[in-house]
Protein backbone atom coordinates (compact mmCIF):
# COMPACT_ATOMS: atom_id res chain seq x y z
CA UNK A 1 0.00 0.00 0.00
CA UNK A 2 1.50 2.94 -1.14
CA UNK A 3 2.31 5.87 1.57
CA UNK A 4 0.10 9.10 1.56
CA UNK A 5 1.65 12.39 -0.57
CA UNK A 6 3.37 14.39 1.92
CA UNK A 7 1.04 17.33 0.78
CA UNK A 8 -2.09 14.92 2.42
CA UNK A 9 0.37 14.71 5.36
CA UNK A 10 0.63 18.31 5.96
CA UNK A 11 -3.08 18.70 5.28
CA UNK A 12 -4.05 16.05 8.02
CA UNK A 13 -1.04 17.30 10.60
CA UNK A 14 -3.10 21.00 10.25
CA UNK A 15 -5.79 19.80 11.04
CA UNK A 16 -5.21 18.10 13.87
CA UNK A 17 -3.01 20.83 15.28
CA UNK A 18 -6.37 23.06 15.49
CA UNK A 19 -8.50 20.06 16.97
CA UNK A 20 -6.19 19.94 20.07
CA UNK A 21 -6.00 23.55 20.18
CA UNK A 22 -9.47 23.86 20.09
CA UNK A 23 -10.16 21.00 22.60
CA UNK A 24 -8.01 22.37 24.92
CA UNK A 25 -9.59 25.67 24.76
CA UNK A 26 -13.32 24.49 25.44
CA UNK A 27 -11.79 22.14 28.41
CA UNK A 28 -9.98 25.15 30.26
CA UNK A 29 -12.91 27.23 29.45
CA UNK A 30 -15.74 24.23 30.97
CA UNK A 31 -13.26 23.71 34.34
CA UNK A 32 -13.05 27.38 34.86
CA UNK A 33 -16.79 27.85 34.53
CA UNK A 34 -17.62 24.71 36.68
CA UNK A 35 -15.10 25.94 39.49
CA UNK A 36 -16.69 29.55 39.17
CA UNK A 37 -19.79 28.56 39.89
CA UNK A 38 -18.94 26.55 42.88
CA UNK A 39 -17.04 29.82 44.25
CA UNK A 40 -20.62 31.89 43.63
CA UNK A 41 -22.23 29.08 45.40
CA UNK A 42 -20.25 29.72 48.43
CA UNK A 43 -20.56 33.07 48.56
CA UNK A 44 -24.07 32.81 48.42
CA UNK A 45 -23.73 30.64 51.49
CA UNK A 46 -21.34 32.64 52.77
CA UNK A 47 -24.01 35.61 52.55
CA UNK A 48 -26.79 33.57 54.07
CA UNK A 49 -24.61 31.96 56.93
CA UNK A 50 -23.67 35.79 57.75
CA UNK A 51 -27.27 36.55 58.12
CA UNK A 52 -28.36 33.78 59.89
CA UNK A 53 -25.57 34.45 62.53
CA UNK A 54 -22.89 31.63 61.97
CA UNK A 55 -19.70 33.84 61.50
CA UNK A 56 -17.33 30.64 61.55
CA UNK A 57 -19.58 29.69 58.54
CA UNK A 58 -19.33 32.29 56.80
CA UNK A 59 -16.12 33.52 56.98
CA UNK A 60 -14.66 30.16 55.60
CA UNK A 61 -17.48 29.72 53.21
CA UNK A 62 -16.12 33.69 51.98
CA UNK A 63 -12.80 32.43 51.91
CA UNK A 64 -13.63 29.62 50.27
CA UNK A 65 -14.86 31.26 47.66
CA UNK A 66 -11.96 34.14 47.09
CA UNK A 67 -9.27 30.99 47.04
CA UNK A 68 -11.55 29.60 44.14
CA UNK A 69 -11.68 32.92 42.45
CA UNK A 70 -7.74 33.63 42.77
CA UNK A 71 -7.30 29.88 41.49
CA UNK A 72 -8.76 30.50 38.48
CA UNK A 73 -7.60 33.83 37.81
CA UNK A 74 -4.12 32.64 37.87
CA UNK A 75 -4.78 28.77 36.27
CA UNK A 76 -6.85 29.25 33.79
CA UNK A 77 -7.31 32.60 32.90
CA UNK A 78 -3.68 33.21 31.47
CA UNK A 79 -4.88 29.53 29.24
CA UNK A 80 -7.93 31.13 27.97
CA UNK A 81 -6.11 34.74 27.05
CA UNK A 82 -3.13 32.80 24.85
CA UNK A 83 -5.54 30.42 22.96
CA UNK A 84 -8.20 32.78 22.18
CA UNK A 85 -7.85 34.70 18.89
CA UNK A 86 -8.24 38.90 20.03
CA UNK A 87 -7.59 39.98 16.36
CA UNK A 88 -11.42 40.94 15.90
CA UNK A 89 -10.70 44.06 19.01
CA UNK A 90 -9.30 46.71 17.18
CA UNK A 91 -8.01 48.35 20.03
CA UNK A 92 -5.73 45.41 20.60
CA UNK A 93 -2.68 46.97 19.15
CA UNK A 94 1.02 47.22 19.78
CA UNK A 95 2.15 50.79 20.59
CA UNK A 96 5.79 52.00 20.67
CA UNK A 97 7.25 55.94 21.59
CA UNK A 98 9.20 57.06 19.24
CA UNK A 99 12.07 59.68 19.84
CA UNK A 100 9.79 62.39 19.06
CA UNK A 101 7.01 61.01 21.74
CA UNK A 102 9.60 60.60 24.35
CA UNK A 103 10.54 64.31 23.78
CA UNK A 104 7.07 65.19 23.73
CA UNK A 105 6.15 63.62 26.90
CA UNK A 106 9.21 64.90 28.45
CA UNK A 107 8.15 68.60 27.75
CA UNK A 108 4.60 67.65 29.25
CA UNK A 109 6.75 66.62 32.48
CA UNK A 110 8.57 69.74 32.91
CA UNK A 111 4.79 71.79 31.69
CA UNK A 112 3.57 69.98 34.56
CA UNK A 113 6.05 70.83 37.13
CA UNK A 114 6.18 74.48 36.28
CA UNK A 115 2.19 74.50 36.31
CA UNK A 116 2.22 72.38 39.79
CA UNK A 117 4.75 74.74 41.37
CA UNK A 118 3.92 78.14 39.76
CA UNK A 119 -0.03 78.37 39.74
CA UNK A 120 0.41 79.85 36.58
CA UNK A 121 -3.02 79.82 34.98
CA UNK A 122 -0.90 79.91 31.50
CA UNK A 123 0.82 76.86 32.02
CA UNK A 124 -2.75 75.05 32.81
CA UNK A 125 -3.75 76.25 29.25
CA UNK A 126 -0.69 75.20 27.78
CA UNK A 127 -0.92 71.60 29.42
CA UNK A 128 -4.41 71.05 28.41
CA UNK A 129 -3.35 71.77 25.11
CA UNK A 130 -0.90 69.04 25.23
CA UNK A 131 -2.45 66.54 26.71
CA UNK A 132 -5.72 67.39 24.20
CA UNK A 133 -2.60 67.11 21.13
CA UNK A 134 -1.62 63.52 22.86
CA UNK A 135 -5.25 62.50 22.85
CA UNK A 136 -6.20 63.65 19.50
CA UNK A 137 -3.04 61.58 18.24
CA UNK A 138 -4.55 58.30 19.63
CA UNK A 139 -8.11 58.46 18.51
CA UNK A 140 -6.50 59.41 14.90
CA UNK A 141 -3.93 56.53 15.11
CA UNK A 142 -6.66 54.15 16.00
CA UNK A 143 -9.01 55.53 13.61
CA UNK A 144 -6.23 55.45 10.64
CA UNK A 145 -5.78 51.97 11.29
CA UNK A 146 -9.47 51.11 11.31
CA UNK A 147 -11.57 49.41 8.84
CA UNK A 148 -8.76 48.31 6.81
CA UNK A 149 -8.92 44.90 4.73
CA UNK A 150 -5.42 43.28 3.65
CA UNK A 151 -4.63 40.83 0.87
CA UNK A 152 -1.67 39.39 -0.34
CA UNK A 153 -0.53 37.58 -4.10
CA UNK A 154 2.36 35.22 -4.03
CA UNK A 155 3.31 33.05 -7.04
CA UNK A 156 2.10 29.53 -6.89
CA UNK A 157 5.81 28.71 -7.27
CA UNK A 158 9.41 29.87 -5.82
CA UNK A 159 12.67 28.51 -4.94
CA UNK A 160 13.86 28.73 -1.67
CA UNK A 161 16.90 31.49 -0.94
CA UNK A 162 15.40 33.49 -4.43
CA UNK A 163 13.64 36.30 -4.36
CA UNK A 164 10.13 36.58 -6.22
CA UNK A 165 7.64 38.91 -6.81
CA UNK A 166 4.61 39.68 -5.04
CA UNK A 167 1.46 41.96 -4.42
CA UNK A 168 0.46 43.43 -1.20
CA UNK A 169 -3.85 45.03 -1.36
CA UNK A 170 -4.99 47.34 0.82
CA UNK A 171 -8.79 48.00 0.92
CA UNK A 172 -10.09 51.24 2.80
CA UNK A 173 -13.62 50.31 4.46
CA UNK A 174 -13.96 53.67 6.04
CA UNK A 175 -16.68 56.01 3.84
CA UNK A 176 -15.06 59.31 4.62
CA UNK A 177 -11.53 59.20 5.77
CA UNK A 178 -8.39 57.86 4.27
CA UNK A 179 -5.53 55.97 5.72
CA UNK A 180 -2.29 57.67 5.86
CA UNK A 181 1.26 56.30 6.46
CA UNK A 182 0.92 52.84 6.42
CA UNK A 183 3.57 50.52 6.32
CA UNK A 184 3.32 46.70 5.89
CA UNK A 185 5.90 44.22 6.82
CA UNK A 186 5.94 39.95 6.78
CA UNK A 187 4.91 38.53 10.31
CA UNK A 188 7.72 36.99 12.24
CA UNK A 189 5.53 32.87 11.66
CA UNK A 190 5.02 32.51 8.33
CA UNK A 191 8.15 32.52 7.07
CA UNK A 192 8.12 35.13 4.16
CA UNK A 193 11.07 37.61 4.11
CA UNK A 194 10.27 40.76 2.35
CA UNK A 195 11.29 44.81 2.82
CA UNK A 196 8.13 46.41 4.12
CA UNK A 197 5.91 48.69 1.92
CA UNK A 198 4.88 51.95 1.97
CA UNK A 199 1.57 53.16 2.00
CA UNK A 200 1.45 56.81 1.43
CA UNK A 201 -2.03 57.64 1.46
CA UNK A 202 -5.59 54.74 1.17
CA UNK A 203 -8.29 57.29 -0.16
CA UNK A 204 -11.82 55.94 1.40
CA UNK A 205 -13.63 53.34 -0.04
CA UNK A 206 -10.91 52.49 -2.15
CA UNK A 207 -7.75 49.90 -2.80
CA UNK A 208 -4.09 50.73 -3.31
CA UNK A 209 -1.59 47.61 -4.31
CA UNK A 210 2.07 47.47 -4.20
CA UNK A 211 4.41 45.06 -5.61
CA UNK A 212 7.96 43.42 -4.03
CA UNK A 213 10.59 41.37 -3.81
CA UNK A 214 10.37 38.47 -0.93
CA UNK A 215 11.66 35.13 -0.24
CA UNK A 216 11.19 32.14 1.69
CA UNK A 217 14.66 30.16 3.55
CA UNK A 218 13.04 26.87 3.58
CA UNK A 219 11.19 24.69 1.11
CA UNK A 220 7.90 23.26 2.16
CA UNK A 221 4.21 24.22 1.38
CA UNK A 222 4.41 28.04 2.34
CA UNK A 223 0.81 29.92 3.20
CA UNK A 224 0.75 33.30 4.53
CA UNK A 225 -1.92 34.12 6.85
CA UNK A 226 -0.93 37.42 8.55
CA UNK A 227 0.90 40.54 7.43
CA UNK A 228 1.79 43.61 9.97
CA UNK A 229 0.88 46.66 9.59
CA UNK A 230 2.40 49.85 11.03
CA UNK A 231 1.83 53.65 11.44
CA UNK A 232 3.21 56.77 12.78
CA UNK A 233 0.06 58.71 11.63
CA UNK A 234 -0.81 61.59 12.81
CA UNK A 235 1.93 63.55 14.49
CA UNK A 236 4.86 60.53 14.95
CA UNK A 237 4.76 60.42 18.59
CA UNK A 238 3.67 56.44 18.77
CA UNK A 239 4.62 53.78 15.90
CA UNK A 240 0.95 51.90 16.20
CA UNK A 241 1.46 48.23 14.93
CA UNK A 242 -1.01 45.13 14.63
CA UNK A 243 -1.41 41.80 13.07
CA UNK A 244 -3.84 41.74 10.07
CA UNK A 245 -5.32 38.37 8.72
CA UNK A 246 -5.20 38.04 4.62
CA UNK A 247 -6.53 35.80 2.70
CA UNK A 248 -4.34 32.21 3.16
CA UNK A 249 -1.99 32.71 0.18
CA UNK A 250 -0.16 29.42 -0.96
CA UNK A 251 3.23 28.83 -2.61
CA UNK A 252 5.32 25.33 -3.14
CA UNK A 253 8.52 26.81 -2.34
CA UNK A 254 10.97 24.31 -4.31
CA UNK A 255 14.41 23.33 -2.89
CA UNK A 256 17.22 25.42 -2.82
CA UNK A 257 19.13 25.30 -6.58
CA UNK A 258 22.53 25.35 -5.85
CA UNK A 259 24.86 26.03 -9.05
CA UNK A 260 26.73 23.32 -11.22
CA UNK A 261 29.89 24.25 -9.90
CA UNK A 262 29.00 22.74 -6.60
CA UNK A 263 27.60 19.80 -7.85
CA UNK A 264 29.42 16.42 -8.67
CA UNK A 265 28.23 15.04 -12.15
CA UNK A 266 30.66 12.31 -12.41
CA UNK A 267 28.63 10.37 -9.60
CA UNK A 268 26.45 9.68 -13.15
CA UNK A 269 28.44 6.53 -13.91
CA UNK A 270 29.66 7.27 -17.87
CA UNK A 271 29.79 4.05 -18.77
CA UNK A 272 28.45 3.21 -22.18
CA UNK A 273 27.91 7.04 -22.79
CA UNK A 274 29.41 8.13 -25.77
CA UNK A 275 30.53 11.58 -26.73
CA UNK A 276 28.12 13.68 -28.87
CA UNK A 277 29.40 16.44 -30.51
CA UNK A 278 27.92 19.34 -28.82
CA UNK A 279 28.56 20.80 -25.27
CA UNK A 280 27.18 19.86 -22.48
CA UNK A 281 27.63 18.44 -18.76
CA UNK A 282 29.84 15.06 -19.73
CA UNK A 283 33.33 14.65 -18.94
CA UNK A 284 35.66 14.64 -22.28
CA UNK A 285 36.99 17.83 -23.57
CA UNK A 286 35.25 19.85 -25.78
CA UNK A 287 37.12 22.81 -26.46
CA UNK A 288 39.44 25.41 -24.90
CA UNK A 289 37.64 29.35 -25.37
CA UNK A 290 38.32 32.39 -23.93
CA UNK A 291 37.36 33.22 -20.59
CA UNK A 292 33.97 34.84 -19.93
CA UNK A 293 33.37 36.58 -16.46
CA UNK A 294 30.21 34.23 -16.06
CA UNK A 295 32.28 31.17 -15.97
CA UNK A 296 33.75 28.82 -13.24
CA UNK A 297 37.00 28.91 -12.14
CA UNK A 298 37.10 25.33 -11.82
CA UNK A 299 36.91 24.74 -15.48
CA UNK A 300 40.32 27.16 -16.36
CA UNK A 301 42.72 25.86 -18.18
CA UNK A 302 45.94 27.02 -16.48
CA UNK A 303 48.40 25.93 -19.28
CA UNK A 304 46.87 27.11 -21.93
CA UNK A 305 46.18 30.75 -19.93
CA UNK A 306 50.24 30.46 -19.55
CA UNK A 307 50.81 30.00 -22.82
CA UNK A 308 48.38 33.11 -24.57
CA UNK A 309 48.78 34.70 -21.61
CA UNK A 310 45.23 34.94 -21.30
CA UNK A 311 42.43 33.03 -19.41
CA UNK A 312 41.26 30.10 -21.25
CA UNK A 313 38.60 28.00 -19.71
CA UNK A 314 37.35 24.41 -21.12
CA UNK A 315 34.21 22.97 -22.52
CA UNK A 316 32.99 19.74 -22.02
CA UNK A 317 30.93 17.33 -24.46
CA UNK A 318 27.24 16.36 -23.96
CA UNK A 319 26.90 12.98 -23.73
CA UNK A 320 24.93 11.07 -26.67
CA UNK A 321 22.87 9.02 -24.23
CA UNK A 322 20.29 11.36 -22.67
CA UNK A 323 18.38 10.00 -19.74
CA UNK A 324 19.12 9.48 -16.42
CA UNK A 325 17.52 8.27 -13.45
CA UNK A 326 17.65 9.47 -9.73
CA UNK A 327 17.51 6.95 -7.05
CA UNK A 328 16.18 9.10 -4.13
CA UNK A 329 16.28 7.82 -0.31
CA UNK A 330 14.09 9.43 2.58
CA UNK A 331 16.15 7.44 4.69
CA UNK A 332 16.82 9.90 7.99
CA UNK A 333 16.61 10.14 11.51
CA UNK A 334 16.20 13.41 13.61
CA UNK A 335 19.72 14.31 14.10
CA UNK A 336 20.30 13.83 10.18
CA UNK A 337 17.73 16.68 9.55
CA UNK A 338 20.18 19.36 8.14
CA UNK A 339 22.34 17.06 6.17
CA UNK A 340 18.46 15.68 4.66
CA UNK A 341 18.04 18.91 3.51
CA UNK A 342 21.49 19.25 1.63
CA UNK A 343 20.37 15.81 0.28
CA UNK A 344 17.21 17.27 -1.10
CA UNK A 345 18.68 20.37 -2.15
CA UNK A 346 21.78 18.12 -4.36
CA UNK A 347 19.09 16.17 -6.14
CA UNK A 348 16.79 19.30 -7.01
CA UNK A 349 19.74 20.90 -8.02
CA UNK A 350 21.11 17.74 -10.27
CA UNK A 351 17.04 17.51 -11.75
CA UNK A 352 16.94 21.04 -12.36
CA UNK A 353 20.50 21.76 -14.23
CA UNK A 354 20.26 18.55 -16.06
CA UNK A 355 16.84 19.22 -17.33
CA UNK A 356 18.20 22.47 -18.55
CA UNK A 357 20.61 20.50 -20.45
CA UNK A 358 18.22 18.74 -22.38
CA UNK A 359 18.47 14.74 -20.32
CA UNK A 360 15.44 12.86 -20.03
CA UNK A 361 15.59 12.66 -16.15
CA UNK A 362 13.73 9.83 -13.99
CA UNK A 363 12.95 9.90 -10.46
CA UNK A 364 12.28 7.16 -8.25
CA UNK A 365 12.01 7.26 -4.28
CA UNK A 366 9.85 4.51 -2.04
CA UNK A 367 6.83 6.69 -2.19
CA UNK A 368 6.34 8.37 -5.28
CA UNK A 369 7.92 8.23 -9.00
CA UNK A 370 7.83 10.11 -11.78
CA UNK A 371 5.28 8.38 -15.20
CA UNK A 372 4.87 9.49 -18.46
CA UNK A 373 1.54 11.04 -18.11
CA UNK A 374 3.89 14.00 -16.34
CA UNK A 375 3.19 16.91 -18.39
CA UNK A 376 5.88 18.84 -16.67
CA UNK A 377 8.03 16.08 -15.27
CA UNK A 378 10.57 19.22 -13.78
CA UNK A 379 8.09 20.31 -12.00
CA UNK A 380 6.72 17.13 -10.55
CA UNK A 381 9.81 16.33 -9.45
CA UNK A 382 10.18 19.52 -7.86
CA UNK A 383 6.73 19.37 -5.86
CA UNK A 384 7.56 16.07 -4.55
CA UNK A 385 11.11 17.15 -3.22
CA UNK A 386 9.84 20.49 -1.92
CA UNK A 387 7.16 18.42 0.15
CA UNK A 388 9.07 14.87 0.94
CA UNK A 389 9.50 14.26 4.91
CA UNK A 390 12.15 12.42 6.30
CA UNK A 391 11.38 8.99 7.17
CA UNK A 392 13.75 6.69 9.66
CA UNK A 393 12.68 3.43 8.65
CA UNK A 394 11.52 3.77 4.79
CA UNK A 395 11.49 0.90 1.90
CA UNK A 396 14.43 0.54 -0.03
CA UNK A 397 13.72 2.67 -3.89
CA UNK A 398 13.95 0.50 -6.41
CA UNK A 399 17.33 0.53 -9.13
CA UNK A 400 20.26 0.30 -8.54
CA UNK A 401 23.49 2.91 -9.48
CA UNK A 402 24.78 1.81 -12.45
CA UNK A 403 25.41 3.03 -16.36
CA UNK A 404 22.39 6.50 -16.28
CA UNK A 405 22.04 5.58 -12.82
CA UNK A 406 22.39 7.86 -8.89
CA UNK A 407 21.64 6.78 -5.99
CA UNK A 408 21.21 9.80 -3.36
CA UNK A 409 20.84 8.83 0.43
CA UNK A 410 21.92 8.51 3.52
CA UNK A 411 22.28 4.83 4.94
CA UNK A 412 25.58 4.65 4.30
CA UNK A 413 27.66 3.65 7.06
CA UNK A 414 24.37 3.31 9.16
CA UNK A 415 22.84 -0.38 10.54
Not at 21 to 48: C, D, H, K
Not at 190 to 217: C, H, I, K, P
Not at 283 to 303: E, N
Request: overall charge positive; charged content about 20%; hydrophobic content about 45%.
Amino acid sequence: MRAPHPALRAAFSQRGNASTISSELFRNFFQSLGLLAVAMIAAIYSSAAGKGGDAAAAALSAVLSLMIAFWVAYRFVPRLARQANWDWLPFLSQYQLSREGWIYFGAVIVVVFAAVNTANNLLYMVLSALLAVLILSGFLSVWNCRFLVLDMRLPDRCFAGQTFHFTVGVSNEKHVFPTFSLFVAPAERDGLFFERLYFGAVRAQSRATLSGQGSFAKRGRRVVTHVQATSRYPFGFFTKGRRYRVTPSECICYPEILPKEQLNFSTADPQGWNAASTRGLGCDLYRVRDYAPSDSARHVHWKASAKTASLKTREFTADESRRLTLIFDRFGRPEDSGRFEELVSRAASMAFHLVEEGVEVEFISDDWKTSQQDSNRLDAILTYLALVEMSPRPALPCGEPGAGAVRLSLREGRS
